[in-house]
């Protein structure tokens, strides 16, 4: 499947680093998505996206910061973060907000923050 | 909050052996969603209920939605190696949109062959 794209697949960084996570959706949908998929732990939702506007920020540190240039891109910066910042974080997009459209899911970018 | 549970957590059958994982809400839900994962993969799509009692099929997977629409099941009949992966189950709050969506934890399914 290449409806979602993420960029990278795998990600080392130190604390002090600056890095970026990338998605693109080849669908044309109008809303997209950051999750953050943590071991036992159910995926948690951080950023939701409807028409480059944000409409959910659900208490994420602002060392996590997200970016919406257009429709079909989506962003995630990268800042001082911390080692349980490690996770798989997915990208979503669906073709609208409403409770029936469904989401589809990016590979993810593996994060390790040592 | 809103909260879905999922259960069993992990779930480890021989091949041809049947398997149900259950989903249960603390609220009513507008609809529920389930995908799949793979093992180093991300979820996949399956199916979407909506209706109270609404029962869908897919192959050898059966799908239930309750009639107070805060509980589902996935049932496979007669598992094979393929069915390897992680189901979760994610709910829509009544009234709620795509943004309010909360997964369950997952059932971790692996099959012996």
């Known amino acids: 499947e290449t409806g979602v794209t993420q960029t990278p697949r795998h990600l080392v960084m130190g604390m002090t680093n600056k890095k970026s996570l990338k998605c693109e959706q080849h669908?044309?949908?109008?809303?997209m998505y950051w999750y953050k998929q943590s071991a036992k732990k159910p995926l948690e939702l951080m950023f939701v996206?409807?028409?480059?506007?944000?409409?959910e920020n659900n208490s994420v540190p602002s060392r996590f910061s997200p970016e919406c240039p257009n429709s079909s891109h989506l962003f995630l910066h990268l800042h001082t973060l911390q080692p349980e910042d490690s996770a798989l974080y997915l990208c979503?997009?669906?073709?609208?907000?409403?409770?029936?459209?469904?989401?589809?899911f990016g590979p993810g970018t593996r994060l390790t923050v040592l | 909050g809103q909260q879905v549970m999922q259960i069993p957590q992990y779930q480890h059958v021989q091949e041809g052996e049947d398997f149900t994982t259950y989903c249960n809400s603390s609220?009513?839900?507008?609809?529920i969603q389930w995908y799949k994962q793979r093992p180093g993969g991300h979820p996949v799509f399956l199916i979407q209920?909506?209706?109270?009692?609404e029962v869908k099929k897919q192959k050898r997977l059966t799908f239930q939605f309750g009639e107070a629409k805060k509980n589902s099941s996935l049932h496979i009949t007669a598992t094979q190696t393929t069915d390897v992966g992680t189901y979760f189950c994610?709910?829509?709050?009544?009234?709620?949109?795509?943004?309010?969506?909360?997964f369950g934890k997952g059932t971790k399914l692996s099959v012996k062959p």
């Open positions: 979503a997009s669906s073709r609208g907000q409403r409770s029936t459209d469904t989401q589809y």
């Open positions: 669908l044309g949908h109008n809303a």
């Open positions: 996206y409807s028409l480059e506007e944000r409409v």
């Open positions: 609220t009513t839900l507008s609809n």
């Open positions: 209920l909506v209706k109270s009692g």
């Open positions: 994610a709910g829509v709050n009544y009234g709620g949109s795509q943004g309010n969506l909360i």
